[in-house]
């Protein structure tokens, strides 16, 4: 079975705010084995909402749409609702009660305007809802079950858990299927080089389905897998994960909600090592995302933003001769930074990065995104990269803060 | 005229990414007086997307369509199209010479699969991307004028500003209002405070039109002036500008697309000054968004990331026991953690933070969101400063580096 989620609000359709329930409600559906055909979002119009409803009706037998259930006069998803039943509205005592007392409970007046919260199309059902005043509604809409719930992300999510997931298993009880996602992260390669890689595993036939999907430089490959029973949908969902981690190999730095900053500081706790960081063109990024995660202080140290010339040489060391001879941007400036700052901070690793973020800054031999990468690794050689990288200057700091981190993850791999 | 969004996607209908693409893209045309009459987001079906194409085109004179141009085999938009316009793909040769520069110029094979990002229907045009390899699409269909970007959001954006964007304004020439919006930005008080000092400014019937909007700490209000002409638009505008200015005095930072951390580097360039910085508890996001600015080391020297104690012994000589009698977050820290920082760059100004982010390290004095900041000011007596915020930790950190910023905005103002 396939849903449709309709999410109503002015606020959305004007870009003032990020619609996030569509996707929650569409991961919550997959993870009982129930696809979503298509999200739709409408403004506060009540022949708009009521077409949508009409039109969604018509499409699937499970519709859940949020917002417009609040208690102004934008809010109009009951009186369409009611337009689509062909009903007119009606006082619904029993939510009227819970209004009443939602504002007792809080020593906060109930104005009149909260009464139409407890309007209801005649023949649908009020959803009660704990946590705010307005209720949800359910309704059927010739074959399709119609649920409203309101847009606050936290209501929605309550009344979705409360009132429409345990009606979920007899909705899907005749179609028997279940859907288990995954996504698998990878850096260091473009999406055609991952997608080469993958090679037939990217077939559109093939059940689990793989695709790929980039964001700010992490290239995911995106896991589908459809099958009757949860035992044999997880069993090839993993079957197919291994198959991705195979053909990727050290791409792969995590999966799911893991990141890039995070994986490289459960390496380094595990370890029970350190970390210091020397940042010029990033002066502070890397910094801010080790320290993303709780915790952080067990594996990073700290480190030294060497923004200006001065400050490499004052902070790092770094000889003036070879700032002149060199430039700040150059393979021996990158290195002597690691050097420098590991030692200072005792460290058992240390990253640096010099480099050109633009727009300007280049030279003839040095374009725009130039960065050279310093990894040094206590009693160890010290390892130098090279990158030239495009795109914008956040985009090209962004990367240059994550090819760092990957730099380290790699050699904690192999180490 | 009111415009569609199609947004493409498996990872989207299946709740896997939020799509952000749209809001954007909505709140872009809003500021240029188009209006959105939906959002659609459909999975990576060729037939879907023609439909979803065919259904929008016979509502619309404006279609953006996001996703799907990728050089994988779930890449379909292209496909969908073609079959919408009823022709075939053909290579366009602009297009692969462009996709070849973009990665010779990065030192990066080009696999044969990238060769699909230069097909686009017969009839349609490319529109040439120079941040990544998918072109765009444009293409007429029926009476609607279609644009197809990528979904990468930093492509997206940059494609519509260079090719979307300058054809609005002939494709809205017949309508007869302009629209003309401003947001001005405030940092310092929360939104109800804002509110209350707006006063009648945001009665609902009043053109300009006043709201307030939240993100990341940051309260603006949103201003939407329409009138018959651009000049009365624009003048009503303005003087709505300077009532809500009046209203809200030094909360105000900026306007539009000015950052607290640009704005705080704008003063600081106008006045020939220079920072530097010493954060523990946002370990480098300060300087971070110091440096977000191009030119930033005009003004900008670096800092000292004194994320352990031990760093603030050695890097800021802390003394041990101010650290035993005080603790790492306290008054006396964050005091000396900016004097001795700016010491140490030569700076005219420094700012410290050090805190407590959480969700761990809180004691029964000092809870999660405990943060004190120090600001130092050559010749001058050093500021601090005591905050408790609530929330998670990204927000608390996000929090105290604005806060910061903010603290030398104040100062930098009144001097």
């Known amino acids: 079975m396939d849903a449709v989620i309709i999410s109503i609000g002015d606020e959305l359709v004007l870009g003032q705010t990020v619609d996030t329930n569509a996707a929650w409600l569409s991961a919550e559906l997959a993870s009982r084995g129930i696809g979503t055909l298509w999200h739709l979002t409408v403004a506060d119009s009540r022949p708009a909402i009521a077409d949508a409803i009409r039109r969604a009706a018509s499409e699937t037998r499970l519709l859940i749409i949020t917002g417009g259930l ?17 009903t007119a509205l009606g006082l619904d005592e029993t939510s009227l009660a819970q209004i009443t007392e939602f504002f007792t ?13 407890a309007m209801i199309p005649a023949g649908a059902t009020a959803l009660p809802n704990d946590v705010g005043t307005a209720p949800g509604i359910y309704a059927q809409v010739g074959p399709a079950q119609v649920f409203i719930v309101p847009g606050v992300p936290s209501e929605m999510r309550h009344l979705f858990n409360v009132h429409i ?34 090679g037939d595993l990217m077939a559109r036939d093939r059940n689990p389905l793989v695709g790929t999907t980039v964001s700010d430089g992490i290239i995911s490959a995106r896991l589908r897998s459809e099958f009757p029973t949860t035992d044999q949908a997880d069993r090839e969902l993993e079957d197919t994960a291994r198959l991705v981690h195979e053909a990727l190999g050290p791409l792969v730095f995590g999966r799911d909600g893991q990141t890039l900053p995070g994986v490289v500081g459960e390496l380094l706790k595990r370890n029970h090592q350190t970390l210091a960081t020397a940042e010029s063109c990033t002066a502070g990024l890397i910094g801010k995302m080790l320290t993303d995660a709780p915790g952080s202080s067990d594996y990073y140290l ?44 005792d460290a058992d690793y ?24 310093g990894l040094t690794i206590r009693d160890q050689p010290t390892q130098h990269l090279h990158r030239i990288f495009g795109g914008t200057r956040p985009f090209i700091r962004d990367l240059t803060a994550k090819t760092a981190l990957n730099l380290l993850r790699l050699h904690l791999l192999n180490r």
């Open 165 to 198: 997931a345990p009606r979920l298993d007899e909705l899907t009880g005749d179609t028997k299927r279940v859907i288990r996602t995954a996504m698998i992260h990878c850096f260091g390669e473009g999406e055609s080089g991952i997608a080469e890689r993958l």
């Open 350 to 373: 240390a990253l640096s990065v010099t480099g050109i973020a633009g727009p300007g800054g280049a030279t003839p031999d040095k374009p725009v995104g130039t960065v050279h990468f």
């Open 302 to 345: 700290g480190g030294i933003i060497v923004y200006s010339d001065a400050s490499k040489q004052r902070d790092l060391n770094i000889p003036a001769d070879m700032l002149n001879t060199h430039g700040a941007v150059s393979e021996p400036v990158a290195r002597l930074l690691a050097e420098n700052v590991r030692e200072r901070f």
């Open 70 to 86: 609040g208690p102004t006069d934008d809010d109009l998803t009951r009186h369409a609702l009611a337009d689509v039943l062909q």
């Open 105 to 117: 409970r809080r020593q906060r007046p109930m104005v009149d305007r909260n009464r139409i919260q």
